[in-house]
């Protein structure tokens, strides 16, 4: 007789992300009942993860600092569809990933040891308005004013391998700045649809900009009347992305 064996659970992670991004474009409503029963049954799903079902183990050695050899963020491949692609980054201590973007896309961010900070941002559809745009210090180019984008600090907050996933979509929390805290971390990522230039998900990155001509909450980084302002920019300088092996089971759909 065939040997009953179990699916690991993150297989079963791979195949509910499959049944609930299959179809995204028309799941991408925020009222399609079928997909938010589906993504219901992923976030369960993801909440139950821990780094030992990945043979992941947090780093031993205390410093786990960047180096010019040392990447301070590392990413191990799971697997990827069409549909969606899963993996595991690794921040060392004191390590950030920058404000950036997911154009149409839905995300799952899980993790798996350490502690992370997450800020999420909305973008309004409003484009600036050149009358009232406020001014910076130091002043914009005019060039840099096509890449000036009005936004919202949507929430904020700690994570830990205890807590729940931070989930993304396309309209809401869709930009986020990753830092680790307090030493070392690792989070599962799943983005649905994967990025691809070619398609017109490509990954921008952003600076939050401090207007001098408003009032601005330090805590928040948004003007009185609600808003932050963010100009894209070039993929950080210090910031980079090596890939290290994945020792987990294997998942695929």
């Not at 210090?137 to 929430?155: C, E, G, H, I, N």
């Not at 904020?156 to 869709?174: A, F, H, M, R």
Request: proline fraction near 11%; charge should be negative; glycine fraction near 6%.
């Amino acid at each position: 007789m065939p040997l009953d064996i179990k699916p690991s659970l993150i297989q079963k992670i791979a195949t509910q992300a499959y049944a609930t991004f299959k179809h995204f474009g028309a799941a991408a409503i925020a009222d399609n009942n079928v997909f938010l029963d589906n993504q219901a049954k992923l976030t369960t799903l993801v909440t139950e993860i821990r780094a030992a079902d990945l043979k992941i183990t947090p780093p031993k050695s205390k410093s786990s600092m960047p180096s010019m050899h040392n990447p301070p963020v590392t990413y191990m491949h799971i697997c990827e569809t069409d549909s969606f692609s899963m993996g595991v980054f690794l921040l060392k201590r004191g390590a950030s990933i920058p404000l950036h973007d997911h154009p149409g896309m839905n995300g799952v961010l899980k993790v798996l040891y350490g502690k992370v900070n997450i800020r999420c941002f909305d973008k309004l559809d409003k484009p600036p308005d050149t009358e009232s745009e406020p001014v910076f210090d130091p002043p914009l180019m005019p060039f840099q004013k096509d890449a000036l984008r009005r936004s919202v600090l949507k929430t904020t907050g700690e994570y830990t391998e205890d807590s729940g996933p931070c989930i993304l979509s396309p309209v809401n929390d869709n930009l986020h700045q990753i830092d680790a805290v307090e030493g070392p971390a690792a989070f599962l990522d799943i983005l649905a649809p994967p990025y691809d230039p070619d398609d017109g998900r490509d990954c921008h990155y952003f600076k939050v900009l401090q207007p001098v001509s408003k009032s601005v909450d330090r805590n928040t980084e948004q003007t009185v009347d609600g808003e932050t302002w963010l100009l894209e920019v070039p993929q950080p300088a210090d910031f980079w992305c090596g890939g290290e092996p994945y020792p987990g089971p294997e998942a695929s759909v």
